[in-house]
């Protein structure tokens, strides 16, 4: 998977791949713009991200999501630090929980930063 440095090159890529539907959530589902459809969390999954940081707020950090449905849909998510956190439950969000989703592609994601001369093992 290609590593994006802005949140517009990552979407144009994801587009041309298919992710044409733009959701955003509502309490316990994912709306589809436009359309309306409206997405309960085991009706979709998270085929991968992509996480953007601000160069000088880290308030500008960003996670541009890649979903699909079970119907062939396809879609993006993007979701700003912390600007759902009281909007949505617990278990929607816990759907983009990727720590618990090893199908999902998180090649391009931000890594954890180790400790210089410390072996990831003993951390």
Not at 5 to 12: D, F, K, R, S, V
Not at 37 to 40: I, N, S
Not at 43 to 47: A, L, P, R, S, T
């Given at each position: 998977m290609q590593h994006f440095?802005?949140?517009?090159?990552?979407?144009?890529d994801l587009r041309e791949r298919g992710y044409t539907h733009d959701f955003k959530p509502k309490r316990d589902y994912l709306e589809e713009s436009g359309s309306g459809?409206?997405?309960?969390s085991e009706?979709?999954?998270?085929?991968e991200f992509h996480r953007f940081e601000g160069t000088s707020d880290p308030g500008d950090e960003m996670t541009l999501y890649a979903i699909s449905t079970a119907d062939?849909?396809?879609g993006v998510f993007v979701s700003a630090q912390g600007t759902y956190a009281n909007e949505v439950t617990a278990e929607l969000m816990q759907k983009f929980s990727i720590s618990e989703r090893p199908e999902t592609?998180?090649?391009g994601s931000v890594q954890p930063i180790h400790a210089i001369g410390l072996d990831a093992n003993q951390q």
């Open positions: 440095e802005t949140l517009t090159e990552a979407m144009e459809l409206k997405l309960k009706e979709f999954n998270v085929d062939g849909k396809k592609n998180t090649e």
